[in-house]
């Protein structure tokens, strides 16, 4: 049997439609005006012990909630969800021990202490024995030079160390699965790669299942063999990493800011691009924020170079980012059928 | 029970990283004494007892009662509130620990604190500079056992506010409500006795005597005896089991609600 099995699993939240501005805000104190949100509507999926599974999506996709159902803080609407043979919410205080978590934007170390009291009292909550917390705490230092941080107070680190701290101490009991809900969230690139490899290692070392909820496709691809895209409470893909990472690997977005621009620029660009590299150019092109113009290209039909020099050679462009496609357009990709 | 043990231990040392804005409430409670002081000696001009009690038995109650006060508050309340509205709470829900408990043993390493940095240095200051003579004796002996089920009781109450957070997500209102009819209900201002003689019945068949009225009178009024003292003790110690109970009850339906927005 599958260590995490989920069949039809929902869950729906009862929300106060506010109304606006401060009588709205008094005539929301007695109303009873309320809708039902699906944010999990009908999921199902099943993870194998040692498996990293990237469970992705834009925001308010219902990711998090489905990782709070598994880890037994919310109880489910409806459907099945079992992890060891056991339901979460049901067995909180049983399931927890096995199972660690991180939430990327909150900490689950001791804020005014050093960071080793921290690791300290999880050794007590979690009851691991002396022999297993040394072999530990060796491995973490190895890792992420843990040692060096000990006597330093966790409101003092970095948001890199701190998260290392935090990764470490959900290993700290062994679990047989660890959910990490964003860890590389506000990070920047060399702190985001240590992480990438330490969660690796971790991973390595007992076989743990890992199942990781991020925004950063780069995540996904470093870490992940199968990726789950989850969309407005339903499950849009759920497969091997290799045909999402053709589907983003290839793709870049070209952030111009252009002259002089009007609501005829953005036709004039699409059709000058038309004429230029033809008709199957893998090229759109989108207005994003105010004067920033999104031309998203994929690299397998036309090279990003091209279309650069092309864009600047004919219009006079201010200022550009080229960045990596982003989650929103993976799923606007997968919904235009790119995965059929 | 080693695990809440380790967490009492921690929030001790989290007590003494703020130890310095402990030491400021000593003297909150110095120019609180001497207000006191001087507002019940005005009372008692020209009188020996009133509603059966001597100027020193009231002042004991009431200083005393500063003392204690800053103990007795667990902030368990605001604690909580902080931690639904923040979704800290999701980190303590993923761990193998039963929420009161570890709330409570959260709040007794800040009970160990104020005690020696607060609540030992005013009854000092209370017997060596304001030369208050607080009887030895039976009641004396006992006042730590009703103090500690005061503090269980006291910790009961924040925790059932704590948990309406879970509905109302801020604890304003609610808190500040508690703090008055706490305060003025379990006679921690104003010894019972001085309510007129219906409201000071009804007072004591609820809760909230327990809290301040119980201990305190153990020490301002030693000479009652263990016929009066024991029933005061089993009547704390019901309250206790009860307001626990009833809130690990109420925990179970507050739990349903939570939403942890974000992240």
Partial sequence: MSLIHIKDLTKHFKILNRREGLSGAFRDLFSGNYRTVEAVAGVSFDIEAGEIVGYIGPNGAGKSTTIKMMTGILKPTGGMLQVNGLMPYDNRIRQAQIMGVVFGQRTQLWWDLPVIESFKILKEIYKVDQKMFDRHMDMFNELVGLKALYSQQVRTLSLGQRMLCDISASFLHNPQVVFLDEPTIGLDISIKAKIRSVIKELNREHNTTIILTTHDLGDVEALCQRIIIIDKGKILYDGDIKRVNALFGAYRTLKLQIDDFTAATLQTLTGKLTEKFGAEHGISIAETEELWTDVTIDQARTPLSDVLNFVMSNFGVDDVRIVEISMENVVRKVYDGALK | ?263
């Fill in chain 2, 1 to 263: 029970m080693k695990s809440y043990l380790a967490v009492l231990r921690g929030s001790f040392m989290v007590g003494l990283v703020y130890r310095f804005g402990f030491l400021f409430s000593i003297a909150g409670n110095i120019i609180y004494m001497s207000i006191t002081y001087f507002l019940w000696r005005s009372i008692y001009q020209n009188r020996e007892t009133l509603r059966g009690l001597t100027f020193d038995q009231t002042y004991i109650y009431v200083a005393l009662g500063s003392a204690v006060f800053i103990l007795l508050k667990t902030y368990v309340d605001w604690q909580m509130s902080y931690e639904i509205r923040e979704g800290t709470v999701a980190t303590y829900l993923t761990k193998p620990i039963d929420l009161q408990f570890y709330e409570l043993f959260m709040s007794l390493g800040f009970f160990l604190m104020s005690l020696g940095a607060i609540t030992i240095p005013t009854i000092l200051l209370l017997v060596f500079v304001f030369r208050i003579e607080i009887p030895l004796g039976l009641g004396l002996a006992i006042f730590p056992f009703s103090l500690i089920l005061a503090y269980l009781l006291s910790f009961c109450f924040d925790y059932f506010i704590g948990l309406l957070c879970f509905y109302t997500e801020s604890v304003w209102g609610l808190s500040i409500t508690k703090e008055i009819l706490v305060t003025v209900l379990s006679g921690a201002l104003i010894p019972l006795p001085f309510f007129p003689d219906v409201i000071h019945k009804i007072l004591l068949w609820l809760p909230f005597q327990a809290i301040y009225y119980t201990p305190l009178t153990m020490v301002a009024q030693p000479n009652l005896g263990w016929g009066t003292f024991l029933p005061m003790l089993a009547v704390q110690l019901f309250w206790v089991i009860a307001l626990f109970t009833l809130t690990r009850l109420f925990y179970n339906q507050a739990i349903k609600v939570l939403r942890i927005s974000g992240g």
